[in-house]
Nanobody, 122 residues
Framework: QVQLVESGGGLVEAGGSLRLSCAASGTIFSINLMGWYRQTPGNERELVAKITGTGSTNYADSVKGRFTISRDDAKNTVYLQMNSLKSEDTAVYYC????????????????WGQGTQVTVSS
């Protein structure tokens, strides 16, 4: 079993900053990918940022230059540093991890956090 626990969401004024954290725990052999997604009512869940096991990153165009994704491998934790926040960033943010759970199999499993609300006032 794998659990993802998110923290760091909240209310912030436009131009401010927040840092989201997501800690993975449980039976994990390797974490191949961790990422952050967000969703607003009536829209599909969209990728915000992701980081691979080798450290490569990818960002949505709307957040490039403002958001930074990083990892702490010792803690199995991924962070999303969000700077220069805009009202358009208001959404529920979800942590995602793609993992293998055994050295004997290459099957990958997707796990999701419960979501954390980020609200940017204007």
């Amino acid at each position: 079993q794998v659990q993802l626990v998110e923290s760091g969401g909240g209310l912030v004024e436009a131009g401010g900053s927040l840092r989201l954290s997501c800690a993975a725990s449980g039976t994990i052999f390797s974490i191949n990918l961790m990422g952050w997604y967000r969703q607003t009512p009536g829209n599909e869940r969209e990728l915000v940022a992701k980081i691979t096991g080798t450290g490569s990153t990818n960002y949505a165009d709307s957040v490039k230059g403002r958001f930074t994704i990083s990892r702490d491998d010792a803690k199995n934790t991924v962070y999303l540093q969000m700077n220069s926040l805009k009202s358009e960033d208001t959404a529920v943010y979800y942590c995602n991890a793609v993992v293998t759970t055994s050295r004997h199999a290459y099957t990958e499993y997707n796990y999701w956090g419960q979501g954390t609300q980020v609200t940017v006032s204007s």
